[in-house]
């Protein structure tokens, strides 16, 4: 017995030992790279000393004295508290996820090498400015300096590997990555292709969108310069955003001059609608280099200069214009697939050979193909297969790098239109206000000179239908202090029909811009606390529009049971704000989708049903395009004899969403509060391994939330992941051009990308509840909110 126990104790002193030696190695993980804000460090490179405010946010101030102090400093700082997540980026551009995620990761390896996005960056570093160039360069030593002298965050230690030195052209990368989640038309013109072997042309007409549902435009008074599936790339991004990496979605912004304020001078509001998961997509940072730049806004992890902000005269930002600018051609090939079919002539493939290590340790050999236009985006496994090369506009020229150096030192609006003509490739509208009290909005954006409209497959056999090149800048459309008082965006429809050229078709329903200008409009003089509630609005213009209709459609049945009649009078009274203890705010968005499945389902096979209905824009197009008239192919059940009309649809989607709803929070209507079914979590890469979340923190939530894609404030959804948000605003910016110092910002996450730290997920709460924090930007207001001061000393020379 006496033997047992000793045993016992011993087993039990080795479990106590192993445990605290487990404690210590998972702390040392966890809190190993955890910065000292207060600490000075000497960094080699620098000419002069530079000064590092932090606010309560863990912000950093920058303050040097001369450009290449700043950007070394902006390197450094960056890798302080975004180092995993900037080498998460680069291998994303660079295609190598494999190797530190595994070859699940192969064919968003094979994509983004498809895009050839780091022959591009050379390109452009070739090109560009020596002073760009050297900030680059000098960004770049900011980075190494941390990667060889400081402690590698936790993620590289999970994943057991070092990150490479960094590189300038690393940070051009990050035009492709943007360019790239910033097309139009990847997916979706390639299912309407696939869907004419389903479906007729009256069908198919049905679920593009026409442009009469679509009367509200960006720029109504425009002016220009020159005048008044199987195994593919194309299934490929599915990888990307199941891993957070397809971020960007949507966007608002809107400025008011002075006579609509009540400061007397411009107010700009922006917020980019991007994907929510953490580290969060941007930094918040205030760069200044004496006599140069003094500037602050949202920086990309990965580049140096600030994206969207503002400096000492004016403030911008950005919306997605959803430019049609990737088209997609069938090719002929050859018996050995090594030439294809060009205007009577058989021209050379190119082709690449890649090998793409993984982290299991396998080395994997694959092709890669392109004509003149682009890659081939199949990967050949059957000889019936079509193959479809691709023309992107993320490999035509362009340096968007240069327009926001530019922009971080533009003084007018002058200033401001010479920077933004080399942005192509990342199709923007672009918001503008001066402190002088102007405001303007300007299309920047790389639309294709092509023959025909590129919403279907052109055939590749013929030069054509290529593209002869991109509109001019200066015939790009733009407005510049309208009579109305204000310029405002919301990535709906760029301009009316008589435009000369085709910019688009995918723009996202008026709904949230329709909104926007509704609330500018009954202002007389706008605030900052009226822009806060703009930003923060979740009235549904779009429920306004369809809730009547499908009342109409309900109200002409009587044999609802009790629980159905209790829903139906939600909808009855309901003011179309979607809160989060709305009952009706459930009832409608799951009522929707239901009628957008139920015109589907039936015309369509389980493959192409469930692609379909996972493509929120041709549901949204097809429920719209059917409504005026309520007449189409779509309606009528295949399955049955009875002739079924659109009331049937929604009658029957009706009662599916009462079962849905049942069986989701109970029988009592009165606790079918959104909230409950609309949730948010935000999310690390590697949170999807439990145990990881659990030990080191890594994701945040789930919160219960109001509003949906179709409010001004979108937390959206997708329909193949309904009601878990994906996308919202990634950060919020309102700019007083009267007072700098009194704009306001808030982002989802935190400064900080290390999971132990304070300021990782630390602005998460005020964000969910819609409060903003200060944006410091005179010396005096930064050193009055400072917290932590760094300073970085050039090294001592004899």
């Known amino acids: 017995m006496k033997t047992f126990k000793r045993i016992l104790l011993i087993i039990i002193v080795l479990i106590v030992i ?6 210590f190695l998972l702390r040392n993980i966890s809190t190993g790279a955890l910065p000292d804000y207060n600490k000075d460090y000497v960094i080699p490179g620098l000419t002069d000393e530079v000064t590092i405010f932090r606010d309560s946010f863990a912000i950093p101030h920058i303050y040097a004295e001369n ?15 975004r180092l995993w997540q900037m080498d998460l980026l680069r291998r994303v551009t660079q295609g190598r996820l494999s190797e530190i995620l595994g070859k699940d990761q192969l064919e968003s390896d094979l994509l983004m090498r498809s895009l050839r996005i780091e022959e591009k960056s050379k390109k452009v570093y070739s090109r560009s400015s020596s002073k760009i160039n ?3 360069i000098a960004f770049t030593e900011g980075v190494n300096y941390y990667i060889k002298n400081f402690p590698l965050p936790p993620e590289f230690k999970i994943l057991g590997y070092e990150p490479d030195l960094w590189k300038p052209e690393h940070s051009l990368n990050l035009i492709g990555y943007m360019s790239w989640n910033l097309t139009s038309g990847w997916d979706t013109e390639l299912l309407l292709h696939n869907l004419k072997k389903e479906v007729d042309k009256e069908q198919i007409a049905d679920i593009i969108p026409k442009m009469e549902n679509h009367p509200t435009v960006v720029f109504p008074d425009f002016q220009t310069q020159a005048g008044t599936i199987g195994k593919t790339l194309l299934s490929a991004g599915k990888k990307l955003e199941e891993t957070g990496l397809e971020i960007f979605h949507g966007s608002n912004n809107w400025a008011v001059a002075g006579k609509k304020s009540k400061s007397g001078k411009p107010l700009l509001a922006n917020d980019m609608h991007l994907g929510i998961f953490s580290p969060g997509i941007w930094c918040q940072m205030h760069h200044v280099a004496k006599n140069s730049v003094n500037v602050t806004g949202v920086v990309l992890p990965g580049q140096p200069f600030v994206i969207c902000g503002h400096n000492d005269s004016i403030a911008w930002g950005m919306t997605n214009t959803y430019t049609d600018n990737l088209d997609f051609y069938a090719e002929t090939l050859n018996e050995d697939s090594t030439k294809y079919l060009l205007n009577g002539k058989w021209e050379n493939l190119i082709i690449k050979e890649e090998k793409i290590k993984t982290k299991e340790g396998e080395e994997i050999n694959e092709t890669l193909k392109f004509t003149h236009r682009g ?13 479809l090369s691709i023309h992107w506009s993320g490999n035509e020229m362009s340096n968007e790098m240069r327009t926001i150096y530019l922009l971080n030192r533009a003084n007018n609006w002058n200033d401001f239109r010479e920077a933004v003509r080399s942005f192509i490739s990342i199709s923007q509208n672009i918001i503008y206000a001066d402190a002088t009290g102007n405001i303007g909005l300007q299309c920047c954006a790389g639309v294709p000179i092509r023959e025909g409209k590129g919403i279907n497959i052109y055939p590749g056999d013929t030069g054509r239908y290529d593209w002869s090149g991109m509109v001019p800048f200066e015939e790009l459309p733009f407005e510049f202090n309208p009579e109305r008082g204000y310029v405002s965006s919301a990535n709906n429809k760029t301009v009316p029909e008589d435009y000369p050229y085709y910019i688009g078709y995918w723009y996202d329903m008026p709904n949230r811009i329709d909104r926007i200008r509704e609330m500018l409009e009954e202002t007389e003089k706008s605030g900052i606390k009226d822009f806060c509630r703009m930003q923060t609005d979740f009235k549904s213009k779009k429920a306004e529009k369809i809730v009547p209709e499908f009342l109409a459609a309900l109200e002409s049945y009587s ?16 003011d179309f704000v979607m809160t989060g203890k709305s009952q009706a705010a459930s009832i409608f968005d ?5 009628v957008g499945e139920n015109l589907i389902k039936d015309d369509l096979s389980p493959e192409l049903f469930t692609a379909v209905k996972e493509k929120r824009v041709l549901i949204e197009n097809l429920v719209r395009n059917i409504l005026p008239e309520k007449n189409s192919p779509w309606i009528e059940d295949k399955n049955t004899a009875d002739k079924e009309t659109f009331s049937d649809i929604v009658q029957r989607s009706f009662k599916e969403t009462v079962d849905d709803l049942i069986k989701l929070a109970g029988s009592d209507v009165e606790a079918w509060n959104w909230d409950k079914i609309h949730t948010i979590t935000i999310s690390h890469p590697l949170g999807v391994v439990s145990i990881l979340d659990k030990l080191l923190n890594l994701n945040k939530g789930p919160f219960g939330m109001p509003g949906s894609y179709h409010t001004v404030c979108p937390y959206s959804y997708s329909f193949d992941n309904q009601f878990k948000v994906d996308h919202a605003a990634s950060h919020r910016h309102i700019y007083d051009l009267a007072d700098w110092d009194k704009s306001r910002t808030i982002i989802p996450t935190g400064t900080s990308g290390i999971p132990a730290s304070d300021f990782y997920l630390d602005q998460t709460r005020d964000y969910l509840t819609n409060r903003y924090h200060s944006d410091p930007f005179s010396r005096s207001s930064v050193n009055k909110t400072s917290r932590f001061i760094t300073t970085l000393k050039p090294e001592k020379t004899d």
Do not use: H
């Open 67 to 81: 450009e290449k102090d700043l950007y070394r400093s902006v390197g450094f700082t960056m890798a302080q508290d």
């Open 590 to 594: 799951i009522l929707f989708i239901k």
């Open 559 to 574: 044999a609802w049971d009790e629980t159905q009649r209790e829903a139906l009078n939600k909808l009855k009274k309901w």
């Open 134 to 136: 050297s900030c680059l």
């Open 18 to 23: 192993a445990g605290i030696a487990g404690y």
């Open 375 to 387: 890659p081939l985006v199949n990967r050949f496994r059957q000889a019936e297969e079509t193959a």
